[in-house]
């Protein structure tokens, strides 16, 4: 459905309750005037999901299972709001909630696998998908882009990186002339540690990103580096350059969130800044711009802007995440799924930070040759075996 200059633009949510939805909701706060939210999904935090039901009032809910509709639903009553919601839980609710004919963009954020059913929904119903959920393309960047093509969908990129190189990139495509796409990293909380005193680190210092206000898990990510290796693979997809001409340059003040340079030796450059809203408000109203309720960029006041490139040494991930980028084929497909057992096990305690590497290298050298996935059937499959081979690997290191 394409709506006309002033129209109220509907919005389906997936993802509600994370940082990436929370930022969503705050700028759709705005501009009553312009967007009203369809439908939100969260998975266990209900209690936040009740208010902002509250607040956003929503046609539609989608939660994790029955137990959390009947919260949901209590926290609801509790909070005195009598309007009727529709309260699911099953995977086809989860589906309509983005390919309801009354849908116009979808925020495409929940995190890892899991929101890759939902998302390529969004794409085969032809939404304009605000797509925070790499591992949609990391995962199945092919089955994908098919779908956004058979459905005739739009995809504006809302990780901070690939929403910069968008705007440095005349309509926000690859042209002719287009050298090399530099994705910044701000190098995490361990930058300047020692691999010995990496192995020490615990959960709470991992996810004390210095300068994002981020989830658990994309945290960890970010101090191992492996959140800048997807999006390598990410930005393969989205834009579709080869390996050679995506490049990762540190820059630890997340002031440039990334670079293009052209072949006559200019290079663009999309600063501010570091606060999610920006990229949200510049996809949700693209081509137009409206108001984030980010605070304006002060270079003086920050005054030193620093680059260095990446110690591989010291990141394996990062490296990892480049090899998988130029295997392809089931590659990234299975480093993603080695990578989120390898996180979640870190985060529960049952191994040292220094061991996610070596559980994602273990399963990537099993499992990463050989073509991708044809379908969503396929590449599921492979993400589960992935996985089962993951946690066999923990458990071999625990003993």
């Known amino acids: 459905m394409t709506r006309t200059a002033g129209e109220v633009q509907w ?38 999901l009740a208010r902002q039901c509250v607040r956003f009032t929503p046609l539609k809910v989608v939660v994790a299972d029955l137990a959390a509709v009947t919260q949901l639903r209590d926290a609801l009553a509790g909070l005195g709001y009598d309007q009727e919601i529709e309260i699911s839980c099953d995977r086809q609710a989860l589906e309509r909630a983005v390919a309801d004919p009354r849908v116009d963009t979808v925020m ?20 304009k998908i605000l797509l925070a959920n790499k591992e949609a393309l990391v995962m199945a960047g092919e089955v994908f882009g098919a779908a956004c093509s058979a459905g005739k969908a ?38 300047r540690l020692t691999r010995a005193q990496m192995a020490e680190v615990t959960p709470e210092q991992a996810c004390a990103h210095p300068n994002w206000s981020m989830g658990r898990k994309i945290s ?6 492996m959140n800048k290796g ?50 949200i408000a510049h996809a949700l109203a ?38 998988a980028l130029t295997a392809g084929g089931r590659a990234p497909c299975v480093l993603n799924a080695a990578n989120e ?29 050989g073509k991708a996935g044809a379908n969503v059937g396929a590449v599921l499959e492979l ?17």
């Not at 949510?13 to 939100?40: D, K, Q």
């Not at 002060?298 to 490296?319: H, K, Q, V, Y």
């Not at 993400?383 to 003993?399: C, F, K, P």
């Open 108 to 127: 495409a954020a929940i995190v890892g696998a899991a929101g890759l059913e939902p998302t390529l929904a969004a794409a085969r119903a032809g939404k």
């Open 230 to 279: 997807l999006e390598l693979i990410e930005a393969h997809y989205l834009f579709g350059v080869s390996a050679s001409a995506l490049e990762v340059l540190v820059h630890p003040q997340s002031i440039v969130h990334s670079l293009v340079e052209y072949d006559d030796g200019s290079v663009l450059a999309q600063l501010g800044n570091p606060d999610m809203r920006t990229p």
């Open 341 to 369: 057992i390898a996180v979640a096990e870190f985060l529960s305690g049952r191994i040292g930070f220094a061991a996610i590497d070596a559980v994602n290298a273990d399963v990537l050298a099993r499992l990463g040759q």
């Open 286 to 323: 693209y081509p137009q711009r409206i108001a984030s309720g980010v605070e304006s960029l002060s270079l003086a006041r920050i005054g030193t802007l620093s680059f260095e490139d990446p110690d591989l040494e010291r990141f394996p991930c990062l490296g990892l995440a480049l090899a």
């Open 11 to 48: 919005i389906t949510v997936l993802g509600a309750t994370g940082s990436i939805g929370r930022s969503t909701l705050e700028v759709v706060a705005l501009h009553p005037e312009r967007y009203r939210v369809f439908a939100l999904t969260g998975h266990r935090q209900v209690d936040l």
């Open 220 to 225: 960890v990510d970010s101090a191992t580096m």
């Open 383 to 399: 993400d589960a075996e992935a996985r089962a081979l993951a946690v066999q690997m923990v458990r071999e290191r625990r003993g």
């Open 154 to 191: 739009s995809v504006l990129p809302i990780d901070s990186e690939h929403n910069a190189v968008f705007q440095c990139l005349p309509g926000g495509s690859v042209t002719p002339g287009v050298r090399r796409i530099l994705l910044t990293a701000s190098g995490g909380p361990f930058l």
